[in-house]
T-cell receptor, first 114, second 113 residues
């Protein structure tokens, strides 16, 4: 089945700096790549996603890039703010099984220091 | 904005007891999922449900687990005889169909003593 690796596991930045989180996946047939933000005690919340026919997508301070050849995708957060502090998960829709289930990375704990 | 809701937010039970976790998916969604997250670990898929039947399940989803959509709004996960290792956050998610975005509920923290 699909396997997703995510790095780094923790990331600490100063307010205003940029943060980059990277994920790789194993199944070249995967075609949907969402990023979720999880705050303490809450469920994952979708922040941005990208489909395989697009190389980059941006939404204000957040962007995602996808390299299908290399099977990796990245989350970029610019001008970070303390409220960006959370755990971020990348995910991939597993093309096997047909149910659109998500396979998650292990998460990155982002800390934005004021 | 419509959202997925889950009850209870926290369930404490004794090992061997049955528990039922409840979810109300977004009303016009057609696909429903349960995931779990053991403390400090990644979110793992348990089961997907479509058209009133299981469409896919993981190795974790053994005979102790079952799912049901008893009416037009609720979606439940039952664990028949809980084990210590079932302690985790359980998330329900739903998907509209014709798209890819899964929306997650806030989760139920299950503690098995």
């Amino acid at each position: 089945g699909e396997n997703v690796e995510q790095h780094p596991s923790t990331l600490s930045v100063q307010e205003g700096d940029s943060a980059v989180i990277k994920c790789t996946y194993s199944d070249s047939a995967s075609n949907y790549f969402p990023w979720y933000k999880q705050e303490l005690g809450k469920g994952p919340q979708l922040i941005i996603d990208i489909r395989s026919n697009v190389g980059e997508k941006k939404d204000q301070r957040i962007a995602v890039t996808l390299n299908k050849t290399a099977k990796h995708f990245s989350l970029h957060i610019t001008e970070t703010q303390p409220e960006d502090s959370a755990v971020y998960f990348c995910a991939v829709t597993d093309p096997q099984g047909g149910s659109e289930k998500l396979v998650f990375g292990k998460g990155t704990k982002l800390t934005v220091n004021p | 904005e419509p959202e997925v809701t889950q009850t209870p937010s926290h369930q404490v039970t004794q090992m061997g007891q049955e528990v039922i976790l409840r979810c109300v998916p977004i009303s016009n969604h057609l696909y429903f999922y349960w995931y779990r997250q053991i403390l400090g670990q990644k979110v793992e898929f348990l089961v997907s449900f479509y058209n009133n039947e299981i469409s896919e399940k993981s190795e974790i989803f053994d005979d102790q687990f079952s799912v049901e959509r008893p009416d037009g709004s609720n979606f439940t996960l039952k664990i028949r005889s809980t084990k210590l290792e079932d302690s985790a956050m359980y998330f329900c998610a739903s998907l509209r169909g014709g798209g890819n975005t899964q929306y997650f509920g806030p989760g139920t923290r299950l503690t098995v003593l």
